[in-house]
């Protein structure tokens, strides 16, 4: 077992009606003026935030609120969250949705803490980040992970840049978790969340080092747990049980538990983030689209990873097989079973179509922030190599 650190301190609050107990984690926390965030009209149209804000009321704590915020969010709207929690005096932001809006509410708070800073300056590297308001979150989508994470991304309006940061400062404080409020999901979200959530995993688990057992198991017991969930999911509506399963799986695949004493490779988030800023794809769809093109490209780095991938989460039986047979086999698996949720496995079926040599040399340069940095570490790819993938992606 490899050196690591490992902290995660987001209390977690799971089950139904747990709702509810929103004001009191708030109060506990030291809240007192809290700024409500939340995405688009389903969480008024569900009756959500008005049992939240009757939650703060009930709990005298003032509140104001900010909507509006879209997939793959948005820094102007983040900056107005900023001005709006200062005029507030908030001391607290909570985050009512799924990944967007949690990454959204944790810029926030990021800038309210530090007013004389632009918040883009910490995602830029320029400033550093060493405060930020708290930050709680009522969970309605099981995807990205963000409710326990350390990271935020967000994209810049005017550029199309897209950029994560990862600080302790981005966890938050508690999570509250009902998987009853994930029901009325459209099935292409719950498919893209299923996408994100094994994503998470496999980019933590495709890394150079290969003498972590009990990191590998809790990972390829964590994809198998989604898969098989996955499937129960979106063949039968409103099923408490995989649907509970996905929402904790989310969670755990991206608080940091399934890379444990690993180098976390995160290669296809990159290139699939240059893809949802540049045509406004969702997350999830931008990685399934981009993850056959990927391994693929990479598979000769490590075969027997891919094939041990293939044994102990997809099952594959490798008596009489060589390593690289079953290593494209388990990539074969992964992408006839992103097919069968309804996602994209190349550019075409992302929505995007068959991209210009012109469009694709951008996506890398972007990719490799202008030829300035490598991506990856399973496989170290510079500017060409993403090149290549996005090429391999074109159909």
Known sequence: MQPFEFYAPTQIVFG??????????ILAYGGSRVLVVYGGQSAVKSGLLDQILDNLRQSDLPYEVLGGVRPNPHLELAREGVQKALDFHADFVLAVGGGSVIDTAKAIADGAANPDVDIWDFWLRKAPLTRALPVGVV????AAGSECSDSAVLTRDDTLEKRGLSTVFHRPRF????????????????????????MHTLDR??????????????????????????????AQEKDYQSMSELMWAGTISHNGLTGLGNRQDFAPHQLGHELSAKFDVA???????????????CVDTNPSRFAQYGVQVWGLDPNGKEEKE????????TADYFRSLGMPTCLSELG????SEEVLEDLAFRCAFRGTRTIGTFKVLDQQDILSIYRMANH
């Open 16 to 25: 139904p009606e747990t709702q509810l107990q929103t004001a009191r984690q």
């Open 139 to 142: 969970l309605t989508i099981s």
């Open 175 to 198: 999570a509250i978790m009902n998987p009853e409020l994930t029901f009325t999901l459209p099935k292409y979200q719950v498919s893209c969340g299923i996408v994100d959530i094994m």
């Open 205 to 234: 688990y495709f890394n150079p080092v290969t003498n972590n057992e009990l990191t590998d198991e809790i990972a390829q017991g964590l994809l198998r747990c989604t898969i098989k969930n996955g499937r129960q999911a979106l």
């Open 283 to 297: 997350h999830g769809a931008s990685l399934s689209a981009i993850w056959d093109s990927w391994a693929r490209y």
């Open 326 to 333: 079953l290593a494209l086999a388990a990539i074969d698996a």
């Open 352 to 355: 995007c179509g068959v991209l």
